[in-house]
T-cell receptor, first 114, second 118 residues
Framework: KAGVTQTPRYLIKTRGQQVTLSCSPI?????VSWYQQTPGQGLQFLFE???????NKGNFPGRFSGRQFSNSRSEMNVSTLELGDSALYLC?????????????FGSGTQLSVL | AQKITQTQPGMFVQEKEAVTLDCTYD???????LFWYKQPSSGEMIFLIY??????QNATEGRYSLNFQKARKSANLVISASQLGDSAMYFC???????????????FGEGTQLTVNP
């Protein structure tokens, strides 16, 4: 069974640009959530999509957005990039139906903003 | 207030010995779940163990066990017989609420960097 796949693995952008990150969940999983990891702020929840609808949202500005497709694949978009957006972006998938489910994470996309 | 606190930025242990990684949490929700994840240098978060707030028994998964003390709001991870491959960052995380409405929102602690020495 294939794991959670995130592409690209590394990305370098400049300030002001926009970026789209992709996440393919484990087959059968309907929930995809996104996290930002930085040395200063640690791991922070961005948002979660379940069956193509945003179910939960963290405390991030509107420049961060996402969507989920009918095959449960998800994309995350960051517009007008800032230096502080440099981070490891992790996505996680699960069935999204019970509290004790484990989340399966991908290897992340390392975004560097210059 | 921090919802998840891991007070040990770094821990060292000798190979084959046991080690305890501390985690305390803060919530007013009676329904919650506690998770431990391992993050090696590759970046991927690997699930280790889960404990639900209503679970009567402490969770165990192979060499991993969770010392759950509900009244103290602590959920310490115990790794028995440490191996060199256990060297990684370890995160404690909490999910509040139950069912579909709680979703997959985890709150993570700051992490503990574990180094296993030969």
């Amino acid at each position: 069974k294939a794991g959670v796949t995130q592409t690209p693995r590394y990305l370098i952008k400049t300030r002001g640009q926009q970026v789209t990150l992709s996440c393919s969940p484990i087959s059968g999983h309907r929930s995809v959530s996104w996290y930002q990891q930085t040395p200063g702020q640690g791991l922070q929840f961005l948002f979660e999509y379940f069956s193509e609808t945003q179910r939960n949202k963290g405390n991030f500005p509107g420049r961060f957005s996402g969507r989920q497709f009918s095959n449960s694949r998800s994309e995350m978009n960051v517009s007008t990039l800032e230096l502080g957006d440099s981070a490891l972006y992790l996505c996680a998938s699960s069935f999204g139906q019970t509290t004790n489910e484990k989340l399966f994470f991908g290897s992340g996309t390392q975004l560097s903003v210059l | 207030a921090q919802k998840i606190t891991q007070t040990q930025p770094g821990m060292f242990v000798q190979e084959k010995e046991a080690v305890t990684l501390d985690c305390t949490y803060d919530t007013s929700d009676p329904s919650y779940g506690l998770f431990w994840y391992k993050q090696p240098s590759s970046g991927e978060m690997i699930f280790l163990i889960y404990q639900g707030s209503y679970d009567q028994q402490n969770a165990t998964e192979g060499r991993y066990s969770l010392n759950f003390q509900k009244a103290r709001k602590s959920a310490n991870l115990v790794i028995s017989a440490s191996q060199l491959g256990d060297s990684a960052m370890y995160f404690c995380a909490m999910r509040e609420g139950m069912g579909e409405t709680s979703g997959s929102r985890l709150t993570f602690g700051e992490g503990t960097q574990l180094t296993v020495n030969p």
